[in-house]
């Protein structure tokens, strides 16, 4: 259904812009004739129904083509973290029974190197260079065509995408999405937000992430609307190099300018360098209707601090990689909601349940459950998770939210991030928020810690502002004025930084 979706979708807007990407503009009639070829050369490698290929991409028009190529192919599309090093590359390729991977000449070395350790038979396609022992992208983009690939009246409904869990509470889960979830996902939230062909997608979020995915690229490319890709930082040579996102910053309110942008999807730590241009730096956000975050909590400094700076409210968006997107605040004027996530998606339902899987009543807290055609069946080789966090079509989130009395969705934390101990459940997100009131510290992350005899300790990791001395006794101190003893931290440790995803979200089991 997905890719019919998109087929339906060049027929009607065969000449409008799909995509720009720093100079290059690609039609919708154009990004059809490279994924129609590059299916076309794929399926000459060999590439048949069920196989698995993985995009080591950053994010470029080429992951596009791929996406959809493959998708023709009713083949499975493995998309992966650019920056995985080669133990994480060689993990997923292995699990997922890859036979092809599509990257650049960057990240050819790190690739090669993960294949070598592992008793596997797999193609290389690189997309910007022409490298002995490879195959090059725009090589397999072959210049006739046949009906051979083109498979726009089937309805295929086995796997089409592997994703990984983040793997920021333990080891990364294989998540299958069909075709139909996709199609479902696309379509739930295009009829949520309102996406038309009139709408411009800034994609300054990662392809691979669920985020950038759905909320851009199927978001983009199943409406008419274009997607605008935010284009690398090229060394001399042209390898693109990564850089700290403030140096970025002129560039995406250059291109919220010059091309219109509507859309703008984000996490905070991007809406948050964005608030904080300089006073002296001019921009024009006026084609902006949408800013959404995802991926990680929003916190009301940084909701206020771009608020004040661009007149534009970000509002909060909830989804996983099981299902993608599921709720959104739309509120007209959410300064007084801007906490929520909002009311679920079109064709969405949510519920929030307590440890008897029963609804609990407006107000209270438990867990959030989602039910949803774009939701995955479950997680790959996990037959005792799935039997806890799928039941009845639904999943189990592991979140804890509360609605309010219109119905509106706030999350409230992590069920998995309770602390044991001393029979006591503690949570470490309200920890947390209290450690974040020292004046000396800029970040704090709390999780538990296996205890020498029985349940947990907690274990406070913290990072002082900037020239900020400080010291455990200090924020034992503190503790000791604005917590229960129970909850007060055991262990403390002062890092530089706290580890996180490229989405921003924290890696506590880097922490434990």
């Known amino acids: 259904m997905l890719f019919q979706l998109f087929q339906k979708t060049v027929e009607k807007f065969p000449k409008k812009t799909a995509i720009v990407y720093d100079k ?79 990257t650049d000449y960057k990240r050819l070395e790190i690739c090669t190197q993960a294949i070598a350790k592992l008793n596997q038979e797999i193609e290389i396609i690189v997309v910007d260079r022409v490298v002995s022992g490879t195959h090059f992208f725009y090589d397999l983009v072959t210049k006739e065509t046949t009906s051979v690939t083109r498979q726009s009246n089937e309805v295929f409904r086995g796997n089409f995408l592997y994703q990984y869990s983040s793997g920021s509470t333990g080891k990364p889960k294989r998540i299958c999405r069909t075709q139909d979830n996709l199609y479902h996902e696309a379509k739930n939230f295009a009829q949520t937000t309102q996406i038309s062909a009139n709408d411009k997608i800034l994609c300054a ?21 274009t997607l605008v890709i935010l284009e690398p930082v090229l060394q001399k040579d042209g390898t693109p190099v990564e850089v700290p996102f403030v140096f970025r910053r002129p560039r995406i309110l250059e291109l919220i300018k010059t091309e219109k942008i ?23 956000l006026s084609s902006l209707r949408l800013c959404f975050s995802a ?88 037959p005792e998770l799935n039997q806890q966090s799928f039941k009845d079509s639904c999943f189990l989130t592991g979140d804890l939210g509360k609605k309010d009395h219109t119905g509106r969705l706030y999350v409230t934390g992590r069920k998995k991030l309770l602390i044991d101990t001393g029979g006591r459940k503690v949570d470490s997100l309200e920890i947390e928020e209290i450690l ?32 900020e001395t400080c010291d455990n006794s200090e924020i034992i101190s503190f503790c000791k004025t604005q917590m229960a003893e129970f909850k007060i931290p055991k262990i403390l440790e002062f890092r530089s930084e706290i580890p996180k995803s490229p989405l921003g979200k924290i890696l506590r089991k880097e922490l434990v």
């Open 24 to 102: 290059l503009k690609i039609s919708y009639q154009e990004l059809d004739t490279n994924v129609e070829r590059l299916s076309q050369g794929l399926s000459n490698l060999g590439i048949t129904k069920g196989n698995c290929i993985a995009v080591v991409l950053p994010n470029c028009p080429e992951f596009v083509f791929s996406f959809y190529a493959i998708g023709q192919l009713n083949a499975i599309i493995l998309p992966l973290n650019h920056l995985f090093k080669e133990e994480e590359l060689s993990y997923c390729i292995a699990d997922s029974q890859v036979k092809a991977i599509i």
């Open 205 to 225: 979020v990662p392809l691979y992430h669920s985020h950038g995915l759905g909320n851009c690229l199927l978001a983009a490319t199943c409406n008419g609307a």
């Open 262 to 284: 509507t859309i703008f999807p984000g996490v905070p730590y991007i809406f948050n360098t964005m608030a904080e241009t300089p006073a002296d730096q001019s921009f024009d």
């Open 295 to 382: 991926g990680n909590f929003l916190s009301e400094e940084i909701f206020d601090k771009f608020l004040a700076r661009f007149n534009q409210p970000i509002r909060q968006l909830y989804g996983c990689t099981e299902a993608g997107a599921v709720a959104i605040n739309s509120d007209i004027y959410p300064l007084q909601t801007w906490t929520s996530v909002g009311f679920p998606l079109m064709n969405v339902e949510i519920k929030i349940i307590d440890e008897s899987e029963n609804e609990l009543p407006d107000g209270m807290i438990g867990e959030i459950m989602i039910k949803s055609l774009s939701l995955t069946s479950g997680y790959v080789n996990q």
């Open 436 to 467: 974040m009131k020292h004046p000396k510290i800029q970040e704090a992350v709390v999780v538990g810690v296996k205890g020498e005899y029985a349940g947990e300790l907690i274990k406070a990791v913290l990072v002082k502002k900037p020239q």
